[in-house]
């Protein structure tokens, strides 16, 4: 019997990228029926794979080393009820493989009924044919299936997956994320980078309206928002108050830059980070009932004290509450006012956002990021946003810095050590801006099927968008941000 899964789980599963799944598909290494992955096919094309030593089973063995933290039981296991309809979900699939078992135990004796009657009616020959068939079946239902123990291990993960996560669909976009333990669908999506539309967060604004199209979803938050029966009729859920039971698809409107209001909000300082002696990270606390709503690659203003300044967020949207500024300490008001003691726990307000450097989310080719100097804050938070979003098939980063110097190299080094697809060049600003564009794009003859985006001074834009566009960069796949 074909147990198919889907793509999403299936990388889950073997611990490589959504992206990277998908290529292999697309060289013809791994086949599918339907956009989705038979199990015989995943033993196949994974001998290697340890299934017990995974994720999702190191997962449960924490829970159940420390059954007694409820925190984590908070933190890691889905609401009682939510665990109870997927439990009993499975239970109804056991239940229909365990019956259709029967029914084929039930067709093996009538059937051995049947050979002896023929055996007896027939002639030797006929009864040599007869013994021959049924040793033949009694050796093939004794013996163990090829793989059978790690298809069964395989199945209990899978099993293990679908109790503690599920999976979700957002159309028309086609974007795929996972909801864990009691996060709602719009805390789960942001936490994968798809920036579905929403508002207040707790209910009252109808912002997050969507359509549940198929699966079923559980009300884990009140909501003031009243819908009406026809809404109501037509499947009409609030993405900030429901989580799946089973895996669903939701018709949602996933936000580009023009969709997202102008914000004020009031954060709070964690730490100013020294990255050097000129430039420091500020890390920002959004309150838990006002969090930014940004894209990565968007800048804001941030006040405190009379001082402002316009910073590019450095950090991803699918961080949560925390945001992340780069300070160089030059003449504006607000760089001095961080580099003179700006400290924990100090106000400090947020503007915005605004800009249309943004992540194209529907591309799924290959991206080469470019900054230069602390035009690395909006590149960080895109290599970040195309991390969590896992749609880019290969991520090149190429940062040419001077003074500031390369102030989060390790950081960039671990992205390269740890993701196959992704490459990192540090590289100096000294030869300027029309070398360094030049030394980058030696390293691609065909740009046809990449996105690039570039912060830096108009010379290095200027520069790289020409050389790309001669390499067979589409007009489309340009995304060039003036930071100097
Ligand atoms: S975001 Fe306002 S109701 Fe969901």
């Not at 300044?309 to 961080?338: K, T």
């Not at 690039?452 to 796949?477: I, K, N, V």
Request: negative net charge; proline residues 4%.
């Amino acid at each position: 019997m074909a147990h198919y899964l889907p793509l999403s789980r299936v990388a889950r599963l073997v611990g490589q990228s959504r992206a990277t799944i998908q290529r292999m598909i697309h060289d013809g290494e791994i086949a599918t029926f339907d956009g989705m992955v038979d199990m015989n096919e995943l033993l196949r094309v994974f001998p290697d794979v340890q299934w017990e030593d995974d994720g999702e089973y190191k997962r449960v063995e924490e829970i159940k080393a420390k059954a007694f933290g409820k925190r984590v039981f908070e933190r890691t296991l889905p609401d009682k009820a939510v665990l109870a309809e997927r439990l009993f979900e499975l239970g109804k699939e056991f239940a229909a493989a365990k019956s259709l078992l029967l029914h084929y135990d039930e067709v093996f004796r009538f059937l051995s009924d049947k050979l002896e009657d023929v055996a007896e009616s027939g002639g030797p020959a006929t009864l040599d044919a007869v013994a021959g068939l049924k040793q033949w079946l009694k050796r093939e239902l004794e013996a163990a299936p090829s793989e059978a123990e790690r298809a069964e291990a395989l199945l209990a993960q899978e099993s293990v997956m679908r109790i503690m996560s599920a999976q979700v669909t957002v159309q028309p976009s086609g974007h795929e994320f996972f909801v864990e333990g009691n996060d709602t669908l719009l805390e789960a999506a942001l936490r994968a980078g798809i920036p579905l539309d929403y508002g207040c967060s707790n209910g009252n604004c109808g912002e997050c309206r969507a359509r549940l199209l198929s699966g079923q979803v559980k009300k884990v938050h009140p909501h003031d928002f009243a819908f009406k029966e026809q809404d109501k009729a037509n499947g009409a859920i609030l993405l900030c108050s429901y989580t799946p039971v089973t895996d669903v698809v939701v018709e949602a409107h996933v936000a580009g830059a023009e969709d997202i209001p102008e914000q004020v909000i009031p954060t709070k300082v964690k730490t100013v980070e020294r990255l050097g002696e000129h430039l420091a990270a500020l890390h920002l606390i959004a309150p838990r009932s006002q969090r930014l709503r940004f894209l990565a690659g968007q800048h804001v203003t941030l006040s405190a004290g009379g001082a402002e300044g316009e910073y590019y967020v450095a950090s991803c949207p699918c961080e949560d509450r925390h945001i992340e500024l780069h300070i160089r300490q030059d003449n504006r008001s607000f760089a001095r006012m961080v580099f003179n003691g700006l400290g924990k726990e100090d106000g400090v307000t947020i503007s915005g956002p605004r800009g249309r450097f943004v992540m194209k989310l529907d591309s799924r080719r290959e991206v080469v990021f470019v900054a230069w100097n602390e035009g690395f804050a909006p590149i960080k938070s895109l290599v970040q946003h195309a991390m969590s979003l896992e749609i880019a098939s290969a991520m090149h980063l190429y940062w040419a810095a001077g003074d500031v110097g390369h102030y989060q190299d390790n950081l960039c080094r671990a992205w390269a050590d740890a993701l196959d697809d992704f490459t990192y060049q540090p590289l100096d600003t000294a030869p300027g801006p029309a070398a360094v564009a030049e030394a980058i794009l030696a390293d691609h003859s065909d740009l046809s099927h990449a996105d690039l985006y570039a912060a830096g001074p108009e010379a290095l834009l200027r520069a790289l968008e020409a050389g790309a566009l001669a390499r067979g960069l589409s007009p489309l796949g340009w995304h060039g941000e003036i930071v100097v």
